[in-house]
């Protein structure tokens, strides 16, 4: 009798480790597979990121939408974007469209279970009425810019071409002029140390720390904080372009550091979980081309192959594993889900979505519950992927201006060698230490960094180029890096994953064809961009946009 009454009871209070932990994320933009040096490269040192992932989560198989705008969508809503009209690309400058308001976000849910919520820099997922922005879709707080990209140090976006030229700044829905002449990366550090410092810790905390860098601006350069330290720091790079993506990549890393003290300092780094991810791969070539390198994975930033989704990901918590590899399948739209259930929500408050909570499998090591997944659909060039098997199979049918191999590997001689002791010395590791007893050595770090190194699958002498206009599998357990089309071997697969495509076919919500709105034009709003269609607004308009 007694134990059918604890039973019930239990039953009402979903167990976590944490109570209300706080959530905060670091996002990096538009930055490649290659471009950490815990994946195996060494031309860029990322010791912060590093420290993070060895005493960490390191998530090996996490995908990210091929884009931006559709991560960001999947990221805050659970949904894969193509259920949100956002699927296909990310939102242009002055186009009229946004995550739909009738969609709850994660902030909106983590708000009704007490969070204090907390957003800086990108947003991109909309501007056009007051009731698409940030503060009025689940965050307190909002520091940063509407826009998909601003200049590092002027924060402004072009209209349509680089003739008109708008300021992209704003504290909460205030233009926030002063700050112009401060370095981005910098400024968007010292701003989620600003929130952090002033959080009332009655309440947990949820903090998107979403950058800039290493995005291009929009001239299609990424600016570096100092050229000249730049230039000494990464003389062995000899392209420039790539050198100031060092540079950028840089100040990241450092920010992540800064970000853990403040929490320290603070005194809630223990209660906090950190995430820290690439919103999609890195566009080494074309359209904001930053030189950032997705090798040895195939294809770049806007294509389903593993170059344009497979992401960087890193999860810790001071109770959670360290110096993990998890192997499972992990989405972006899972985050949602897995957090919410961390912090103690049910997840059927969530309705039906795509994502699926891996709070288990964080935080007792349960096996992946993540079976397959939608990679995309692009409902103009129909091009889809979709991976199932746990991770095994890919199913890719369509075709991509970038199905090649680009950036650098990284690893020739001329680079520095993998420097442990700045591992060790970085400001992540020195902040982890007083928290958790992270017993690290040179060797568990050298030997997850090997297991994470997949440039043994790629075999130069392969002919680089692959047509997948009428369906390719690749195993990527064998052959992470695509290389070859096994459909005809695997003829009952291929049908079987076909069927799944077509299911997601049905339900997808196109993204409707650009269009960039005049009326948008930053000439009209004093030099800037401004949500312009509220103007338009009556008083008791029946326009939920207008509410
Ligand atoms: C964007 O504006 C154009 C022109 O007014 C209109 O035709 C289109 O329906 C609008 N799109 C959306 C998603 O509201
Ligand atoms: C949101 O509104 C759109 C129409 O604008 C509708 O198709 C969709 O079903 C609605 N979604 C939800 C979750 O209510
Ligand atoms: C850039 O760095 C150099 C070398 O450290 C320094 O002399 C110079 O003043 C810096 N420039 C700026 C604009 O901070
Ligand atoms: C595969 O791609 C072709 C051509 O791009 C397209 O016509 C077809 O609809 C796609 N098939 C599926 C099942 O998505
Ligand atoms: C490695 O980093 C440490 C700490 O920054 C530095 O003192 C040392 O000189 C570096 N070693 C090499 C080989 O560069
Ligand atoms: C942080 O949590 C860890 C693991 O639960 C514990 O061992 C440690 O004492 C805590 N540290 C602080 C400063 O609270
Ligand atoms: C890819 O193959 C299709 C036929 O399956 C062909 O029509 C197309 O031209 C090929 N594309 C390239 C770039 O070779
Ligand atoms: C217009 O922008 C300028 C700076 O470009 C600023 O000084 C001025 O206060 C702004 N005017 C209004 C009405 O906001
Ligand atoms: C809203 O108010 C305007 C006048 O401000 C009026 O012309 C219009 O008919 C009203 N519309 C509705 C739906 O009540």
Not at 68 to 83: D, H, V
Not at 323 to 329: C, E, M, R
Not at 412 to 434: D, G, M
Not at 468 to 489: A, G, R, V
Request: aromatic share 12%; proline share 5%.
């Amino acid at each position: 009798m007694l134990c059918s009454v604890l039973l019930f009871l239990f039953s009402f209070e979903i167990q976590t480790l944490y109570g209300k932990p706080n959530f905060v994320i670091i996002m990096a933009d538009d930055m490649g597979w290659n471009d950490v040096s815990f994946h195996g490269a060494n031309q860029i040192p990322t010791p912060n990121i590093d420290a993070l992932a060895y005493n960490g989560i390191i998530l090996n198989r996490f995908y990210t939408q091929q884009a931006c705008t559709p991560s960001r969508a999947a990221l805050l809503t659970g949904n894969y974007p193509t259920r949100t009209g956002l699927g296909r690309e990310p939102i242009s400058v002055g186009e009229n469209i946004s995550l739909p308001i009738n969609v709850t976000t994660l902030p909106q849910k983590l708000k009704a279970l007490g969070y204090a919520n907390y957003l800086v820099g990108k947003w991109h997922l909309g501007h056009h009425y007051k009731s698409v922005t940030p503060t009025r879709r689940g965050f307190d707080k909002f520091f940063g810019y509407w826009n998909g990209y601003v200049s590092f140090f002027d924060y402004m976006t072009y209209y349509t071409d680089a003739n008109i030229n708008g300021f992209d700044l704003r504290d909460n829905f205030r233009v926030a002029r002063e700050y112009r002449g401060q370095y981005a990366t910098e400024l968007f550090t010292n701003k989620a140390i600003e929130f952090i410092k002033g959080h009332d810790t009655s309440v947990p905390m949820f903090l998107i720390v979403s950058h800039l860098a290493p995005h291009t601006g929009p001239d299609s350069k990424v600016e570096v904080k100092n050229l000249t330290e730049t230039n000494e720091k990464f003389n062995y790079i000899r392209n420039q372009e790539r050198r100031n993506y060092a540079g950028a990549t840089e100040e990241l890393d450092k920010s992540v550091g800064e970000i853990l003290a403040a929490l320290a300092e603070k005194s809630i780094l223990n209660d906090t979980l950190i995430l820290f991810l690439s919103d999609n791969g890195a566009p080494t070539v074309g359209q904001y081309a930053n030189q950032g390198s997705n090798w040895p994975l195939r294809g770049i930033k806007m294509s389903y192959y593993e170059g344009g989704v497979r992401g960087t990901a890193v999860l810790w918590g001071s109770q959670l594993n360290k110096n993990v590899i998890n192997n499972d399948l992990f989405h972006i739209s899972d985050i949602m889900p897995t957090f919410y259930a961390a912090a103690g929500g049910h997840i059927s408050d969530l309705g039906i979505i795509d994502g699926i909570n891996q709070w288990d499998m964080i935080s007792k090591n349960a096996p992946g519950t993540r079976t397959e997944m939608l990679v995309g659909i692009n409902d103009r060039t129909r091009a889809a992927a979709y991976i199932d098997r746990k991770g095994q199979y890919k199913l890719f049918n369509g075709t991509s201006n970038y199905n090649s191999y680009y950036g650098e590997a990284g690893r020739l001689e001329e680079n520095p060698e993998y420097n442990i002791t700045e591992i060790f010395e970085s400001k992540v590791h020195q902040t982890l230490k007083k928290v958790s007893d992270a017993a690290l050595d040179d060797n568990m770090i050298l030997q997850t960094r090997s297991q994470l190194d997949l440039s043994r699958c790629r075999i130069d002498s392969e002919k680089p180029n692959i047509n997948c206009s009428s369906f390719c599998l690749f195993d990527l357990f064998n052959d992470p890096c695509e290389k070859i089309d096994i459909k005809d071997q695997q003829e009952d697969l291929v049908n079987e994953m076909k069927l799944k495509i077509e299911k997601y076919w049905e339900q997808v919500v196109p993204q409707p064809a650009k269009y960039i709105d005049p009326r948008s034009n930053p000439i009209y709003f004093n030099n800037t961009w401004d949500t312009w269609l509220n103007q338009f607004c009556l008083p008791n308009d029946s326009n939920p946009l207008c509410s």
